[in-house]
């Protein structure tokens, strides 16, 4: 009841004001053990079925939360503690930034989606590295999503990933080089297969831990298709589909600046994920992540050969017993198809 009540109150306020408010709330409960260890025991639904094994990492469950929500990994312990299979910090950039002006967070309530503006506002990477390098190892694996800053150029840009991945290469289980957030300027100009190729190439001169590259929603399919085929050429060791959109025409009354994410998303992003399964499935790890809310979407999008799933909107509108629910409707799921495990539903339509 108390969880509930907190939850409606965070709908009633501000966005990003509400954000800030469960951000910590989040930290002030991962400060008493066992507080943390009883929210732990309320939220995480452990089945062997749910369980795989990716990149040597155990992922308990294939439900991540999505970058943005903690973007300085302030309450790794606690998010992990909501159920949480895997989580992924940031975006995070070389030096900090405040991001765009406010007001730059908006809800379309009745569509359950938002609309951000925020530009990778962050306290940047030393700030992050202290903060993970406090709860490391952690208790699930945790991806670092890094970008550039909004003052470098373009051709420098490949400069600003190498020296993110040199930092902190030790505090992550992955990396995820984001070229496809709208809310900097010019960045989506980097979704280039020459410039993505560069890209990864730069990381992987770095470290040996898996880099992943996170792409838009708003390219024709074919374009997407040749940049996740020449990505994963490139060398990498996975593909997010999708971040946001900026297909305004989804909602009644858009801003028109950011983009747009939760249950609008939901038939692009599978659209997506079908476009790029077809291409590269089998040959690099699929993370699938835009509208999904149920188990349903989950097993969707397993089927469709994804491997993990990521939620962030969803988590907003359905609170902290979501992860546990989708996790028990999941399983039912499986059960009726007569599929063992959630490893086996992968790919299953591709």
């Keep these: 009841m108390l969880e509930s009540a907190i939850h409606s109150l965070l709908l009633r306020m501000g966005p990003e004001a509400a954000h800030g408010l469960a951000m910590g709330g989040l930290q002030k409960l991962q400060q008493v053990g066992p507080a943390l260890q009883r929210f732990e025991r309320q939220h995480r639904l452990v089945d062997s079925r749910l369980v795989q094994e990716i990149w040597g990492r155990q992922f ?74 406090e709860n490391w190892p952690p208790p699930v694996p945790v991806g670092v999503n890094i970008g550039k800053n909004r003052q470098t150029e373009l051709p420098a840009a490949a400069e600003d990933y190498r020296v993110l991945v040199r930092h902190l290469k030790g505090t992550a289980d992955y990396f995820v080089v984001n070229i496809s957030s709208p809310n900097t300027p010019g960045l989506r100009d980097l979704q280039r297969g ?104 989950v097993y969707a999008r397993l089927r469709a050969g994804a491997q993990l799933v990521q939620i962030y909107t969803a988590l907003i509108y359905g609170g902290s017993r979501l992860v546990c629910e989708i996790n028990k409707e999941l399983l039912d799921l499986l059960d009726k198809d007569e599929v063992a495990d959630v490893a086996s539903a992968v790919g299953l339509d591709v």
């Design 60 to 133: 308990l469950n294939p439900i991540g939360l999505a970058a943005g929500f903690d973007k300085d990994a302030v309450a790794v312990p606690a998010l992990a503690a909501m159920g949480f299979g895997f989580l992924e910090v940031g975006t995070v950039t070389p030096k900090p930034q405040a991001g765009n002006p406010r007001p730059r967070l908006f809800r379309h309530r009745e569509l359950r989606s938002l609309q951000n503006a925020m530009g990778f506002n962050n306290a940047g990477m030393e700030s992050l590295k202290r903060s993970l390098a």
């Design 194 to 297: 020459e410039a993505v190729t560069e890209l990864l190439e730069v990381c992987q001169q770095e470290t040996s831990i898996p880099v992943l590259v996170k792409l838009s929603p708003d390219m024709e399919d074919q374009t997407i298709a040749d940049l996740a085929r020449a990505a994963v050429d490139g060398g990498a060791a996975g593909l997010i589909l999708t971040n946001t959109t900026v297909d305004y025409s989804l909602v009644p009354e858009p801003q028109r600046i950011g983009g747009l994410s939760g249950r609008v998303l939901r038939r692009r992003s599978l659209e997506v994920l079908k476009v790029v399964a077809s291409e590269v499935f089998g040959r690099c790890v699929l993370i699938s992540v835009g509208g999904i809310e149920s188990a349903t979407d």
